[in-house]
């Protein structure tokens, strides 16, 4: 770095370190680039992309994120496949309202326990096996809707396709291990939106294909069954691309990673035992309850709502309520976008504080929804209401990833179930039974989303703070994450990756507070333009820049460096994470 012009180091004649000091914290620097990585996308020291672009295909991070939404998005249509089918189905089965409202229970029911199981395949032999294994052997299960032939059937292969929802959990930690901190909620909502889309284009899909093969000649009832082939060989078709062309991690698969000894193979309880004795997994579970929870059941009821009470035909209605499914497509990466951009400023209080209005928005116009009478203001209503969950789910998995890095394949199932957990519950309490309208249980809905929002404020991490209260004395991001590891562990180096992602949350302080402790002085070094220069203790070593700087307002050091922090141009900043990269291991954090 010496001979770089300008660098630290470089040109230091005159500078006794005994020039006027004071006290500073600086903003964080940019997360350091791994430049000795090989990858399509600039990527941090966790090998995570750094940048997300949205239309390309680069390997591993972009191809990864496609493979997940359009797997994801295939198991949305086959689970809420026949919910723009049911005024056929249910003249079909002769079912009755309490049928149509278990079946919908059932539907997101399956998920449960299956989300929960998934977290821990991926923490344990990764997502790409979890992904491609659950969508293929789901795929039956949907070929069987063709020959249901009793309420009982049908209620129990809606339950059955609904395990296949699990692959929301491994599409969430796929985005989590493949990118940085900084961009995470934007990748999750994206990729997790997408996927739910898949529950307004089967709100379109279901009745064109039904539409499609009634011409042909089937009658209506043998033309719903032949139209549930379309999603059943879609699964089938996912299930082999995720296997054949997924990747776990950055740096390959799981299981060969561990192998080679660049990934430690963790024990099922100690993973299990730090997500459940984290209080904020448990809040969050509320939380996503009824943000993707009301989503969910809102997929199972929006078009039968639209067809009774405004008398409509079930194609129309069909497309009104595929605009709910279809906002997310934007509503869900603009809560992720939200969730960073704000922690960007505040960090994580602000994302939590974003995530708390998206979801109590969409509480409030679930409430109007359900009072509207007509169908302008309704469908005005549930679009906003959309917007307002769908964003607060994109939000809620911009903090998920920062509640542990250990055991984050559970804690993303545990979330997942929530949300199905919830689902289940609204429609067993509001749309199953005739004491209700639909539009009435959409009202009591919406209370239950503004209710149940509110724990968000208890959620305090020690070295960011929460909603209401500032970060903890002395709390810092390594602490927090190597505390879930004990001695015998770290000497195995089982944490190095947790120190690593704690090194990359550091941008969750916002605009608080810096990586580093600085203490800052003006100098003029001849022909250079004024520069400002901050003097930082190493831990160990010489930095390799002079180090005749020995007393710095009172304190002696027994090795300092000075860095150029802010030129009057760009170019500074470059020269500045080079030096960063080059000497971070020799940095003290404080």
């Known amino acids: 770095m010496a001979d770089i012009e300008g660098s630290p180091g470089s040109s230091m004649h005159g500078v006794t370190g005994k020039e006027p000091v004071l006290a500073f914290s600086a903003p964080s620097p940019l997360v350091p680039t791994d430049t000795t990585a090989h990858f399509d996308?600039?990527?941090?020291?966790?090998?995570?992309?750094?940048?997300?672009?949205?239309?390309?295909?680069?390997?591993?991070?972009?191809?990864?994120?496609?493979?997940?939404?359009?797997?994801?998005?295939?198991?949305?249509?086959?689970?809420?496949?026949?919910?723009?089918?049911?005024?056929?189905?249910?003249?079909n089965l002769d079912l009755i309202k309490s049928d149509v409202g278990n079946a919908g229970v059932a539907s997101v029911s399956g998920s449960i326990f299956s989300r929960l199981v998934m977290g821990a395949v991926c923490d344990l032999l990764g997502p790409r096996y979890g992904c491609a294994f659950l969508i293929m052997l789901t795929?039956?299960?949907?070929?069987?809707?063709?020959?249901?032939?009793?309420?009982?059937?049908?209620?129990?292969?809606?339950?059955?396709?609904?395990?296949?929802?699990?692959?929301?959990?491994?599409?969430?930690?796929?985005m989590s291990t493949m990118f940085n901190t900084k961009i995470i909620g934007l990748a999750n909502g994206t990729a997790a939106?997408?996927?739910?889309?898949?529950?307004?284009?089967?709100?379109?899909?279901?009745?064109?294909?039904?539409?499609?093969?009634?011409?042909?000649?089937?009658?209506?009832?043998?033309?719903?069954?032949?139209?549930?082939?379309?999603?059943?060989?879609?699964?089938?078709?996912?299930?082999?691309?995720?296997?054949?062309?997924?990747?776990?991690?950055?740096?390959g698969n799981l299981g060969a990673l561990?192998?080679?000894?660049?990934?430690?193979?963790?024990?099922?309880?100690?993973?299990?035992?730090?997500?459940a004795t984290n209080y904020r997994t448990w809040i969050f579970v509320l939380l996503y309850g009824y943000s993707m929870g009301v989503e969910l059941s809102t997929d199972n009821v929006i078009a039968e709502y639209f067809y009774d009470r405004f008398d409509l035909k079930l194609h129309t209605a069909g497309i009104i309520a595929a605009t709910f499914g279809m906002a997310n497509l934007l509503a869900r990466p603009f809560g992720g976008f939200a969730s960073d951009y704000s922690a960007r400023i505040f960090g994580m209080r602000g994302?939590?504080?974003?995530?708390?209005?998206?979801?109590?928005?969409?509480?409030?116009?679930?409430?109007?929804?359900?009072?509207?009478?007509?169908?302008?203001?309704?469908?005005?209503?549930?679009?906003?209401?959309?917007?307002?969950?769908?964003?607060?789910?994109?939000?809620?998995?911009?903090?998920?990833?920062?509640?542990?890095?250990?055991?984050?394949?559970?804690?993303?199932?545990?979330?997942?179930?929530?949300?199905?957990?919830?689902?289940?519950?609204?429609?067993?309490?509001?749309?199953?039974?005739?004491?209700?309208?639909?539009?009435?249980?959409?009202?009591?809905?919406g209370i239950m989303i503004v209710a149940c929002t509110l724990p968000v404020t208890l959620v305090h991490f020690p070295q960011w703070g929460s909603m209401f209260?500032?970060?903890?004395?002395?709390?810092?991001?390594?602490?927090?994450?190597?505390?879930?590891?004990?001695?015998?562990?770290?000497q195995k180096g089982m944490h190095q990756n947790s120190l690593k992602f704690?090194?990359?949350?550091?941008?969750?302080?916002?605009?608080?507070?810096?990586?580093?402790?600085?203490?800052?002085?003006r100098f003029s070094l001849g022909t250079c333009p004024t520069l400002e220069f901050y003097a930082v203790r190493f831990s160990h070593g010489d930095g390799g820049v002079d180090a005749d700087i020995s007393d710095v307002d009172g304190e002696s050091f027994t090795t300092m460096a000075v860095i150029v922090y802010r030129w009057r141009k760009w170019e500074s900043f470059r020269i500045l994470a080079m030096w960063m990269e080059k000497y971070r291991s020799m940095i003290k954090v404080v």
């Open 41 to 91: 996308l600039p990527v941090d020291s966790e090998h995570k992309a750094k940048k997300f672009k949205l239309l390309s295909f680069a390997n591993p991070h972009m191809r990864t994120f496609h493979l997940s939404w359009v797997s994801f998005s295939v198991c949305f249509v086959s689970t809420f496949a026949a919910a723009p089918l049911v005024p056929i189905i249910r003249d």
């Open 139 to 174: 795929a039956p299960t949907v070929f069987s809707m063709s020959f249901v032939s009793s309420a009982g059937g049908y209620i129990a292969v809606r339950f059955m396709i609904g395990f296949s929802l699990a692959t929301f959990v491994s599409c969430q930690y796929w």
């Open 193 to 251: 939106g997408w996927g739910n889309m898949g529950g307004g284009v089967t709100q379109l899909l279901m009745p064109v294909l039904f539409e499609i093969i009634k011409r042909t000649g089937s009658t209506a009832f043998t033309a719903w069954r032949i139209a549930f082939f379309i999603p059943g060989w879609l699964h089938i078709i996912m299930g082999i691309l995720v296997l054949t062309l997924g990747q776990d991690m950055p740096d």
């Open 258 to 275: 561990q192998k080679k000894g660049n990934v430690a193979k963790d024990q099922f309880g100690k993973v299990l035992w730090y997500a």
């Open 351 to 445: 994302r939590l504080w974003t995530l708390w209005i998206l979801q109590t928005m969409g509480g409030v116009f679930c409430i109007l929804l359900g009072r509207a009478n007509s169908l302008p203001v309704a469908v005005t209503f549930m679009i906003i209401f959309s917007i307002g969950a769908q964003a607060a789910c994109g939000a809620t998995f911009g903090i998920i990833p920062f509640i542990s890095r250990r055991s984050l394949g559970v804690i993303s199932g545990m979330t997942g179930a929530g949300g199905n957990f919830g689902s289940g519950l609204t429609q067993l309490l509001f749309f199953t039974s005739s004491h209700y309208s639909t539009g009435t249980g959409l009202t009591y809905m």
């Open 469 to 490: 209260l500032p970060p903890s004395k002395g709390a810092a991001e390594e602490h927090y994450y190597s505390s879930e590891y004990n001695e015998a562990e770290k």
């Open 502 to 521: 704690a090194e990359n949350s550091r941008s969750e302080r916002g605009k608080r507070v810096g990586d580093f402790h600085f203490r800052s002085s």
